[in-house]
């Protein structure tokens, strides 16, 4: 199945005179990884929200993991959201009074659907996720998440974000607080936890040295119709 599916989405903010979006067609398909880029305030973010059902859009302008996100009731969001996919956000939203490991477990105690995918032992998965993202240390994982350094919290929203496998997981300048070294390994990491659940990712980034990673780069204003 095609992960997402725009087709005429338009989306202007309240009191904006301009559209923010206006994007004719685009598809991404199942497992595919692409980058988004676009000048700031080009409106990367709002496409996020678009697709993740936090602001409304047309009917039968967003289709993700085969569900028409503008024909959906607002009481149903939340479940849309959890159930089919995983944000990693710019702030990553941790609740900090929770300890890592509760943080990565709580998709799962939100969704059935991702708790059955993860299988008889949530913990084991959380903490395999974490240790693949190179967070091992018990006395760190199991102390509040606001003990942790921003780095970490990235890696600690990441595994939140692929627990449960969700089909389409998406990334909003997750690395922008990491330096070269480490950003190139949490893509790496990110794109192959992507492979081993057969999700795809959109991943925002202004940062063209990661570019290398996907299996294309989408150009907002390219995709809005305005040229690069
Ligand atoms: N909550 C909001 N209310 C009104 N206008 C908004 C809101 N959020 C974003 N906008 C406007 O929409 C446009 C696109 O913003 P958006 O944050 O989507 O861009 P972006 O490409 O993600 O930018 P950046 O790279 O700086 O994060 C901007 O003109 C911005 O002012």
């Known amino acids: 199945m095609t992960a997402i599916i725009l087709k005429s989405l338009q989306y202007r903010w309240p009191d904006a005179s301009n559209l923010t979006l206006d994007i004719d067609s685009f598809h991404l398909g199942a497992n595919e990884k692409v980058m988004l880029r676009g000048p700031s305030g080009s409106g990367k973010s709002t496409l996020l929200a678009a697709l993740s059902g936090i602001i409304d859009v047309p009917k039968a302008s967003v289709l993700v993991a085969g569900i028409d996100v503008g024909d959906l009731p607002g009481s149903d969001r939340?479940?849309?959201?959890?159930?089919?996919?995983?944000?990693?956000?710019?702030?990553?939203?941790?609740?900090?009074?929770?300890?890592?490991?509760?943080?990565?477990?709580?998709?799962?105690?939100?969704?059935?659907?991702?708790?059955?995918?993860?299988?008889?032992?949530?913990?084991?998965?959380?903490?395999?996720?974490?240790?693949?993202?190179?967070?091992?240390?018990?006395?760190?994982?199991?102390?509040?998440?606001?003990?942790?350094?921003?780095?970490?919290?990235?890696r600690v929203a990441a595994a939140r974000a692929l627990i449960g496998s969700p089909e389409i997981i998406l990334a909003d300048e997750p690395t922008s607080a990491l330096d070269e070294d480490a950003k190139d390994a949490f893509v790496e990491l990110l794109l192959k936890e992507c492979d081993a659940s057969g999700a795809s990712l959109m991943f925002v980034s202004h940062d063209s040295t990661l570019e290398k990673h996907f299996d294309r780069t989408v150009e907002l204003n390219v995709l809005n119709g305005r040229g690069v």
């Open 78 to 154: 939340d479940r849309f959201r959890v159930d089919h996919l995983g944000l990693i956000f710019q702030v990553f939203n941790l609740l900090p009074w929770m300890s890592a490991i509760d943080n990565v477990l709580l998709p799962c105690r939100f969704s059935k659907r991702r708790l059955e995918k993860v299988g008889a032992n949530p913990l084991e998965t959380a903490m395999r996720l974490l240790g693949e993202l190179g967070l091992t240390d018990p006395e760190l994982l199991n102390g509040p998440a606001s003990a942790l350094s921003i780095g970490q919290q990235q």
